[in-house]
Structures are given as structure tokens and as C-alpha cells.
Nanobody
Framework: QVQLVESGGGLVQPGGSLRLSCAAS????????MAWYRQVPGKERELVAT???????NYAGSVKGRFTISRDNAKKTQYLQMISLQPEDTGVYYC???????????????WGQGTQVTVAS
């Protein structure tokens, strides 16, 4: 069974920085697109950034220029570097990955448990 384990959340002042990590554990064949989402109470989960298996990235307009998504395929890990954080960036951040358990299996959508990011003075 594949699991995604997140780390790096916490409390930061406006203008500060954080780096989130998300490591995949368990036996798997490949990892495709990886992504970060965030959610605040009462709102739908929103897509923050994606990175393809070849390294192509996309960002939500609200974070473009401030957040950077990256991945280390050898470590089966993705990262989200966040700078110039603002109170509106507060939320629970979830990592997501499309994985294949074997060469013959179909794609599976896997989610992390979520990590809280709070931006406040």
C-alpha cells in the first residue's frame, strides 16, 4: 500500500517562508503527476500547484511567483517552497500523486493526510 507522508507545516508570520515535503512510502512502479492542494473550512479544496513526471509545472494564479513546486524522483518526494506568505495562504495543505503499483496496474490517486499552514502575526 502506498502512502504519502507530509511534513513542514506550521505557524509563520506574514512575509515568511515555509517548505512542505511529501514523501511516498511503499512499493510502487511509478509516480506520475504530483500536486499540492489546500483547503480552508467552509471552502472547497483548491489546486495550488502541479508538477508532471517530466518536471513541467503549473500554479494557481494566487500563488504564482511565490510558490515553487519541485520533486525528487529518486526519493519519491515532492516539495512546495512557499515565500512571501500571506494570511490568505492559511489552510490545510494536501499532497496528491498519481501512482502505478505495478507495470500492469492502472493509475491510482493517492492523498497525504494534510498539514496545517497558518500565516498570522
Amino acid at each position: 500500500q502506498v502512502q504519502l507522508v507530509e511534513s513542514g507545516g506550521g505557524l509563520v508570520q506574514p512575509g515568511g517562508s515555509l517548505r512542505l515535503s511529501c514523501a511516498a512510502s511503499g512499493s510502487l512502479f511509478s509516480i506520475g503527476t504530483m500536486a499540492w492542494y489546500r483547503q480552508v473550512p467552509g471552502k472547497e479544496r483548491e489546486l495550488v500547484a502541479t508538477i508532471s513526471s517530466l518536471g513541467s509545472t503549473n500554479y494557481a494564479g494566487s500563488v504564482k511567483g511565490r510558490f515553487t513546486i519541485s520533486r525528487d524522483n529518486a526519493k519519491k518526494t515532492q516539495y512546495l517552497q512557499m515565500i512571501s506568505l500571506q494570511p490568505e495562504d492559511t489552510g490545510v495543505y494536501y499532497c496528491n500523486a498519481v501512482v502505478r503499483l505495478t507495470s500492469l496496474s492502472r493509475n491510482n490517486d493517492v492523498w497525504g493526510q494534510g498539514t496545517q499552514v497558518t500565516v498570522a502575526s
